[in-house]
T-cell receptor, first 113, second 113 residues
Framework: KAGVTQTPRYLIKTRGQQVTLSCSPI?????VSWYQQTPGQGLQFLFE???????NKGNFPGRFSGRQFSNSRSEMNVSTLELGDSALYLC????????????FGDGTRLSIL | SQQGEEDPQALSIQEGENATMNCSYK?????LQWYRQNSGRGLVHLIL?????REKHSGRLRVTLDTSKKSSSLLITASRAADTASYFC?????????????FGTGTRLKVLA
């Protein structure tokens, strides 16, 4: 079974631009969560989608948004990029029920110049 | 803010020794999970323990959970160089359902050959 696939692996942008990251979950998984990982703040929850609906949201500004498609693939968008948005963005998928483990992709490393 | 705090922040041991990492959290939880992260990669799920369980084993891993003290420990027995990684605990706070996981700060484990 293929794992969680995130594209692209690396991305370099400049301040003020916007970016879209993609995540393909494990086949059959209907829940996709997004996390931001930085050396200073660690792993922080962004949002979680299940069957195209956002079920939970973390404490991030509205510049961070996401969506999920009917095939469970998910995208995350960050608008008006800031230097502080430089991070590893991780996507995780699960079956979506209670007490289910999450399976992570290798992330997208976003660098803002 | 971080829900979980791992202790110690860093740990260096010889191959064959046991490694113990601790995690403390703040609120009531549905479950607690442990993950491993190799440098620059995504997280790998190790073990999930539910709030009504006290101990769980998986291969060389042993996890305990003490909900009265809001703490958990991960024991890796007979460590190997390949166990070198960062280890994170993640909790699903009870009031947010199980869809919003909050990660601890991580323990960096180095196993010397």
């Amino acid at each position: 079974k293929a794992g969680v696939t995130q594209t692209p692996r690396y991305l370099i942008k400049t301040r003020g631009q916007q970016v879209t990251l993609s995540c393909s979950p494990i086949s059959g998984h209907r829940s996709v969560s997004w996390y931001q990982q930085t050396p200073g703040q660690g792993l922080q929850f962004l949002f979680e989608y299940f069957s195209e609906t956002q079920r939970n949201k973390g404490n991030f500004p509205g510049r961070f948004s996401g969506r999920q498609f009917s095939n469970s693939r998910s995208e995350m968008n960050v608008s008006t990029l800031e230097l502080g948005d430089s991070a590893l963005y991780l996507c995780a998928s699960s079956l979506g029920g209670y007490n289910q483990p999450q399976h992570f992709g290798d992330g997208t490393r976003l660098s803002i110049l | 803010s971080q829900q979980g705090e791992e202790d110690p922040q860093a740990l260096s041991i010889q191959e064959g020794e046991n490694a113990t990492m601790n995690c403390s959290y703040k609120t009531s939880i549905n479950n607690l999970q442990w993950y491993r992260q190799n440098s620059g990669r995504g997280l790998v799920h190790l073990i999930l323990i539910r709030s009504n369980e006290r101990e769980k084993h998986s291969g060389r891993l042993r996890v305990t959970l003490d909900t009265s003290k809001k703490s958990s420990s991960l024991l890796i027995t007979a460590s190997r160089a390949a166990d070198t990684a960062s280890y994170f605990c993640a909790t699903a706070p009870f009031d947010s359902g199980t869809y919003k996981y909050i990660f601890g700060t991580g323990t960096r484990l180095k196993v010397l050959a």
